[in-house]
C-alpha cells in the first residue's frame, strides 16, 4: 500500500501545477512516444476573420468567437443558422459563454466573405495552385486613382485548407496535439482554448498548418536505449552510403637548391587574369528612374518608378509571359513568370511587345511608359502569389 500511496499522493502535486503545461493523459505511457516534432515544428498563423467571424474553406467553414459571446450571439451576427443548430452541432449549450477566439463549426454554408464583410478577398481560401495568374493579375490589380498613382491589390485569399478534428470521449489536447504532430500551444491559439486547454466531446478543432516540419527520422524499437543504457552514438553518414573513390595523384618531390623546379610543380596564378567581376543583382530594373513610391504590404504592393512616357520597359529577368490583362481603366497589365515560383508584374503601360506564352531575356523590352501628365511604372515581385519588396531583389 505504501508504494501506491506515494503515486497518488505524487500525482495529487503535480496536479497542483501549472495546468498551462502538465499532460495528465497517460494513455501513451510504455508506447514510446515522442513529441520532440511537435516541438520543433513552424505552424502558420490562423487566418484573420471577416467582421462575422467567418472563415472560409472549400469544404467547410467556421465562426471565430469574441469576448462574452454566447452561441446565442454568435448565431445572431451570422443572421441565417438558428441558435439551437449551431449549439447542437458543437455539442454545447446555448448560452454556455465561448471563450474568446473560440471555434465554431457551421453545419452548413453562410455568405461567403468578402470585402464588404471585411475580408481580404471573396470567396474560400484556396491554395495557392488553385489560384489562375491571369484572375489574380486582372481582378486584383486596379489604379488607385488619386492615391499617388500606384495600385491597389485586392487578392484572393490564399491558404492550406487545415484538418477539422472532432473531439472523441477521452481525448484531451495533448493527445490530439500528439496525434498531429503539431505543439499543444499551436493548438490552442488556432482554436482559442481556455488556459487549462479544456476540450469537450464533440467539439470541432481546427489542426495547424505546418509551414516547417523536419525530415522524419527512422523509428525503430532498437532505436530507443532501454533506462540506464545511455544514449546510442548516431550512425554516421558514411555508414549508408561507401566514400567515393577517391584517387589522389602523389605530392611532388620538394624543390630544391639545386633542383628548383621539381616536375609536377604549378605555376604561379596570375591574379590579374583570374578577377572577377562584382556578382549582379538577381533582377535589373524594368526602368531607369527612381522610386517615387516604396513598397507598403496591403497599400502598395510594389513600387512606383518615375520614368518618361513612352520608354521602353523590359523584362526584370528571363521568363514566360504568364498573363496580360487590363486594369479597371483598360490599361494593360503584364504578368512575367520566372524561375522559383517567382512572378513580375508591370502596370501602367502600353505598347505591348509580347504575348501570353511568349519567352522572353533579362533586358528584353515588354512594352512602354503609358503617355500622362506624370508617368511611372508601377512594379511589382511575388514569391508564388504574395507580394514582397522589390527593392531587395534589384539592389
Known sequence: ????????????????????????????????????????VETAARPRPDDRGVISYPNYQVVVARRGDTVADVAARLGTIAPEELARYNGVPVNAPLNQGEILALPRRVAEPSPATGAAGTGPILPADNVDIETLAGGAIDRAGTTGGGTQVAS???????????????ETAYSIARLYGVSPKSLAEWNGLGPDLEVRAGQYLLI???????????????ATSAPGQGSQTPTPPSAAAPLPDERTAPVAATATAESPEVEGTPESPDLGQQATEASSTRMTAPVGGSIIRDFSKGRNDGIDISASSGEAVKAADGGVVAAITEDTDQVPI????????????YANVEDLKVKKGDRVSRGQPIATVRDAASPFLHFEVREGVEAVDPTPYLN
Open 1 to 40: 500500500m505504501r508504494p501506491i500511496l506515494s503515486l497518488c499522493a505524487s500525482l495529487v502535486a503535480l496536479s497542483a501545477c501549472s495546468t498551462n503545461e502538465l499532460d495528465l493523459d497517460l494513455r501513451d505511457l510504455g508506447r514510446g512516444f515522442d513529441t520532440s516534432d511537435a516541438v520543433s
Open 156 to 170: 484572393q485569399q490564399i491558404g492550406q485548407e487545415p484538418v477539422r478534428h472532432q473531439v472523441a470521449a477521452g
Open 208 to 222: 495547424p498548418v505546418v509551414i516547417d516540419r523536419p525530415a522524419a527520422r527512422p523509428a525503430t524499437a532498437s
Open 334 to 345: 503584364v504578368v512575367l513568370r520566372h524561375e522559383g515560383g517567382v512572378l513580375t508584374v
